[in-house]
Nanobody
Framework: QVQLVESGGGLVQAGDSLRLSCAASGRTFSTYAAGWFRQAPGKERDFVSAITWSGSRTYYADSVKGRFTISRDNAKNTVYLQMNSLKPEGTAVYYC????????????????WGQGTQVTVAS
């Protein structure tokens, strides 16, 4: 089994940067595709970014492309989301997801999810 724990969220001002971390238990996580999703109050959960198990391919929502970077360190069982030039519309709970299949993560149907970390971007 795999458990995921997000950290790194907080309150920032527009234009600032944050780096989120997703720490995984279970050594098999290094073989999993991983992704980040976010959900604002009263809204649907949206795809943000994803990465293959090797880090060879990355995927981004149009709304964050050029500002966010996903990466992973399999030796540490950790996935990161570097968020630059944050905007107020980025305010949401950010969730980490994982699954053996990349397309399952991209579809928002990963078998494993973290508890989320709150990101608040003030104007």
């Amino acid at each position: 089994q795999v458990q995921l724990v997000e950290s790194g969220g907080g309150l920032v001002q527009a234009g600032d940067s944050l780096r989120l971390s997703c720490a995984a238990s279970g050594r098999t996580f290094s073989t999993y595709a991983a992704g980040w999703f976010r959900q604002a109050p009263g809204k649907e959960r949206d795809f943000v970014s994803a990465i293959t198990w090797s880090g060879s391919r990355t995927y981004y929502a149009d709304s964050v492309k050029g500002r966010f970077t996903i990466s992973r360190d399999n030796a540490k069982n950790t996935v990161y989301l570097q968020m630059n030039s944050l905007k107020p519309e980025g305010t949401a709970v950010y969730y980490c997801a994982g699954d053996p299949l990349t397309h399952v993560v991209l579809a928002g149907r990963g078998g494993y999810w973290g508890q989320g970390t709150q990101v608040t971007v003030a104007s």
